[in-house]
């Protein structure tokens, strides 16, 4: 069972939350970000050609064009490779644990599991974040020391940084998990 | 709150506790609840207050305590209160006190005695923010030294919201750093809608510092919490005399003058102790003092307090000293007077209108004036003639009650919120009218810049775009009875304190 909701980012970009239902103890999330624009890349890479441009017509000194060429390049492998995340999932198995996946754009997949013994709990939380004041999801991770203190926090979605309505859902069917187990 | 819960909270003031914002989630559903409980009662203008000032907790202080106890009682009447301040240290991002209380430490960077830095422009995405996310209505600035509080009032009336402001202290009209203060109070406080001042002698101050209208000006003192100031006349020792002397040991506080009456009263009469709270640079004076008389039986220096220690220190006492050359409303003399000691203070600023003359012995700020007052309370004190602490303490504990200043406060925001907010011409006028021609024209640059900044900001990140805040106090608080219930009824634990540094 899946259901897909459109919901908005932080700037108000559009992202699709897609929710996949297992089993009443299996959970699946992922959220979409767009893919990188076709235009985005125009404009990025026609402003440094023609700064290139620009700076070669003064100086007369073609290393500038072919590094200009160069930078484009490699600076758009680094983007789609470690800045843009396509997809982030985060996969919820009441008896086992949490596990957080993240794809790049270019494809590459970074994932890291939590265990269940180790989650105190999945709240919503707020923060400074640049210049405003946002809420994210975040696990709560347990203090190995002290059964009632907090080792550290483990935000959620931390590209794609959807609004309110969107976090609300997927804490809720969280929440109704956790209960489960407990 | 109420004297109950007060009693119960094991001191609330010098560590506020911290707790878990509540779980968006649980509160998202619409407030019936909640709604059927307004409608039951009659119909009163509920405000969404932001008070914002460079100093609170962690930082210890008369400003820090007036805005908790002030934001608590508001919280109780049913207004929705959220605090703005500046990051202390580690201790950043947004924080819940006691009866959901919100605070945001924002990351500003401090500059002087705790003070941020002023552009006037530069803490504007913060603060709209803020203001937008939390559906303020009023926005309430404390102490004319927080910078941070005049940026908001600025950054408010940009964006049409209506300001109150509390005046804390007194100042000089004379030296070169009183004029700028008060020409920078002056372009603050034109345009705002309504100030309150602590006592008649700092409405007055304020007024002249920064030529206002005197309507506009409101008196409404501090208060002490009588609960935490009890006499318990068990702790004295009858066989001496002690004076006590709480206070920060700085020159504003008279400490040259204490220096100056501690031999004199020392060598007259054998049976008397001091015992001196505080820290400061003056400490050296007393030192010395001590030291060339030889009184270190007889002078106790405690060093600095905590505030729950202060009573502790109080109740040892017989006599309370104040000696402030300057003093906008005297807290520390109500709560000696709260523990039931004899009270000896200056005649100075607003300390006059404190406390009835019965309670209080006022001399003039010299030493042989002190001396006198002290001479004549000493002799009181032999004869047994002084009411006993009790009877002053019932006396003094319905004169400053936290309820009654948000009473007073409540129907200030009614006046200010009837009151139009001045559009950007009107204001732009105001503002050349009454400050002056340079400071004037240097200023509504500013304001205009200001202006263009927020309609950038606008553009940039649209207020439709900022996610509103799930209240935590004011009338569809999540943290109201029925949560509190809820909580209690699930055995599922909150996470307390959880980490919330950010940013």
């Given at each position: 069972m899946a259901e897909k909701n459109e919901f908005t980012d932080i700037n108000g970009k559009a992202i699709l939350l897609d929710c996949q239902n297992y089993s009443s103890f299996c959970r699946e999330f992922t959220v979409s970000s767009p893919k990188v624009s076709l235009c985005k890349v125009i404009v990025c890479t026609c402003s440094v050609w023609l700064f290139a441009y620009a700076v070669f017509f003064v100086t007369e000194n073609t290393a500038v064009l072919s590094s200009a060429i160069i930078i484009t390049l490699v600076g758009m492998m680094m983007h789609i490779h470690l800045v843009k995340v396509e997809h982030e999932t985060l996969l919820i198995i009441g008896s086992l644990g949490v596990q957080l996946s993240t794809s790049y754009a270019s494809g590459r997949e970074s994932t890291t599991f939590i265990e269940m013994s180790r989650i105190k709990d999945i709240v919503i939380n707020e923060a400074v974040y640049m210049q405003s004041i946002i809420y994210y999801l975040c696990i709560l991770i347990k203090d190995s020391g002290d059964p009632n203190g907090i080792a550290s926090v483990v935000p959620l979605f931390q590209s794609s940084k959807p609004r309110l309505n969107c976090l609300v859902q997927v804490y809720k069917s969280c929440q109704a998990i956790i209960a489960q187990t407990r | 709150m109420g004297q109950k819960k007060r009693s119960g909270r094991v001191h609330p003031p010098t560590c506020p506790s911290e707790t878990q914002?509540?779980?968006?989630?649980?509160?998202?559903?619409?407030?019936n609840s909640s709604k059927a409980r307004g409608f039951g009662r009659e119909e009163r203008a509920r405000h969404r207050i932001c008070m914002v000032s460079d100093f609170f907790y962690p930082n210890m202080g008369g400003v820090e305590s007036h805005i908790y106890q002030l934001s608590q009682c508001l919280i109780e009447k049913g207004h929705k209160v959220v605090i703005a301040t500046h990051a202390y240290g580690n201790r950043r991002g947004i924080r819940y006190l006691t009866n959901g209380l919100k605070v945001y430490y924002l990351p500003l960077q401090v500059m002087y005695n705790q003070s941020t830095t002023t552009t006037c422009i530069h803490s504007l995405p913060l603060l709209r923010c803020v203001f937008v996310r939390e559906r303020v209505t009023v926005v309430h600035a404390h102490s004319s030294f927080s910078a941070m509080a005049h940026d908001a009032l600025f950054h408010a009336k940009t964006m049409g919201l209506n300001t109150v402001f509390t005046d804390h202290s007194l100042f000089g009209f004379a030296d070169l750093s009183s004029v700028l203060t008060n020409k920078l109070l002056t372009v603050s406080l034109c345009d705002t809608n309504h100030i309150v001042c602590v006592s008649y002698t700092s409405k007055e101050n304020t007024v002249l510092r920064a030529a206002l209208n005197p309507d506009i000006v409101s008196v409404i003192p501090n208060a002490v919490d009588p609960t935490d100031f009890t006499p318990d006349p068990s702790r004295r020792d009858n066989s001496k005399i002690t004076i006590v002397v709480v206070s920060r040991l700085v020159y504003r506080k008279g400490i040259d003058l204490l220096g100056g009456i501690i031999p004199e009263l020392c060598t007259k009469h054998h049976d008397l102790y001091f015992l001196i709270g505080g820290e400061g640079p003056k400490r050296i004076v007393l030192e010395e003092v001590r030291e060339k008389y030889q009184l270190h039986d007889r002078v106790r220096l405690l060093g600095a307090l905590d505030h729950k220690d202060v009573r502790d220190v109080l109740v040892q006492g017989h006599i309370f000293l104040n000696t402030s050359l300057t003093e906008a409303f005297c807290m520390a003399i109500v709560e000696g007077a709260s523990c039931g000691l004899q009270v000896v203070s200056t005649r100075v600023g607003g300390i006059p209108e404190v406390l009835p003359d019965e309670l209080v012995t006022l001399c003039e700020p010299t030493v042989s004036s002190l001396c006198a007052g002290l001479e004549t309370v000493i002799a009181r004190q032999r004869s047994g003639k002084v009411p006993p602490p009790a009877d002053i303490h019932s006396k003094v504990r319905t004169l400053y009650t936290w309820r009654n200043v948000a009473e007073r406060t409540e129907k200030v925001y009614d006046l200010a919120c009837r009151q139009p907010v001045l559009p950007l011409p009107a204001r732009l006028q105001r503002l050349q009218s009454h400050c002056g021609a340079f400071a004037g024209f240097i200023f509504s640059f500013l304001a205009v810049i200001d202006f263009l900044f927020l309609f950038f900001l606008q553009w940039l990140h649209p207020d439709h775009l900022i996610d509103v805040a799930v209240d935590a106090s004011g009338p569809h608080s999540c943290w109201g009875p029925s949560f509190k219930k809820k909580a209690k009824d699930s055995n599922r634990a909150w996470p307390p304190g959880a980490d919330t540094r950010h940013c």
């Open positions: - | 914002p509540p779980a968006a989630a649980r509160t998202l559903d619409p407030p």
